[in-house]
Nanobody, 116 residues
């Protein structure tokens, strides 16, 4: 079992920055990949960025060069630095952990609102 808790969401003006954090607890040694996903009103949840235990990162095209995902050595905390935010980045941001056995765990989400 893994528990994930996100924080750092809020209201920011377009062009501003926010840093999201996801703190993991439980069987974190079994986590292989951590990721950030987002869901805007009326839209499907979409991938934002992922990072493996080995540090390999992947980004959605829409956030490349603006967002940076990072982690600590033990995958206890995964962060998402979001710069040059746009109104279309407004969404609930979710943290997801995937275990070596394929099981996945989600956090409850944190709301990011970007005003124009």
């Amino acid at each position: 079992q893994v528990q994930l808790v996100e924080s750092g969401g809020g209201l920011v003006q377009a062009g501003g920055s926010l840093r999201l954090s996801c703190v993991s607890s439980g069987s974190i040694f079994s986590i292989n990949v951590m990721g950030w996903y987002r869901q805007a009103p009326g839209k499907q949840r979409e991938l934002v960025a992922t990072i493996t235990r080995g540090g390999i990162t992947h980004y959605a095209d829409s956030v490349k060069d603006r967002f940076t995902i990072s982690k600590d050595n033990g995958m206890t905390t995964v962060s998402l630095q979001m710069n040059t935010l746009k109104p279309e980045d407004t969404a609930v941001y979710y943290c997801k952990g995937r275990m070596w056995n394929g099981m996945e765990y989600w956090g409850a989400g944190t709301l990011v609102t970007v005003s124009s």
